[in-house]
């Protein structure tokens, strides 16, 4: 015998609750396999569970199609950056900036490693200190580094961090628009849970069985035969 399925997807239970609705918008209200009240309570839940996964969908989309921009203004950013010290690094073994003034960047002075920028965090934070710290230590007298200059490193520096805020701030919205949509599907479970058991009980006596389980599929109930049995049945 086959089983059914309640969805487990956000589409497919919108899917199952459009066919209930669009059976209450074809269908005289005594001719229907489920009550009035379920029917409304379907409708206007509809609504508000669309509106809630297609906001959820919007912002997804956005915050995809702006970071793939912002991962070719991240790998830029940490090739200045990484750059930079290199070159600072190599200025201090060649003894034209002191070792001391490693300080002003907040780098180590016992050795000319490149700190880890794997992280946007840590292009974000080590960005800052370069740019801080060149500025700090031009200002006491010291001789700008070039190839690259820290003018073409802040350029960087700052449509990175620019894109990264902007980032931060739709992954926020995201993140938000999932929750509010996730609050609800225990409750878009329990409706078509109950939905599908009215319309079960409607047509339990119809035979033969093929034929009750065509009139339950038309109010968007889904099918499955077991492995041996029948192929999947198509939604």
Known sequence: M?????????????????????KGDTYNVYDLAVSLKVLTDARNFLVKFEAAHSYYVECFERQSKAGRKHQANVKTARLYI???????????????????????????MRNNNV????????????????????????????????????????????IFMESYERQRNLQALTARSLETLASM???????????????ERKYAEVMPNEKRLELCRAYGLIYYYRTGEKEEIAK
């Open 2 to 22: 086959p089983y059914r399925r309640l969805p487990n997807t956000d589409q497919a239970r919108i899917r199952a609750l459009k066919a209930v609705v669009a």
């Open 82 to 108: 990484s750059h930079f010290i290199q070159v600072l690094n190599l200025a201090v073994i060649r003894s034209e900036v002191r070792t001391v003034h490693k300080e002003f960047y907040g780098l180590d």
């Open 115 to 158: 700190p880890d920028l794997s992280t946007e965090a840590a292009l974000a934070e080590w960005g800052r200190k370069i740019v801080e710290g060149e500025s700090r230590r031009i200002s006491q007298g010291g001789i700008p580094i070039y190839n690259p200059t820290i003018a073409k490193v802040r350029v960087h520096y700052d």
């Open 185 to 199: 599907r225990s409750e878009a479970d329990a409706l078509i849970l109950d939905i599908w058991n009215q319309v």
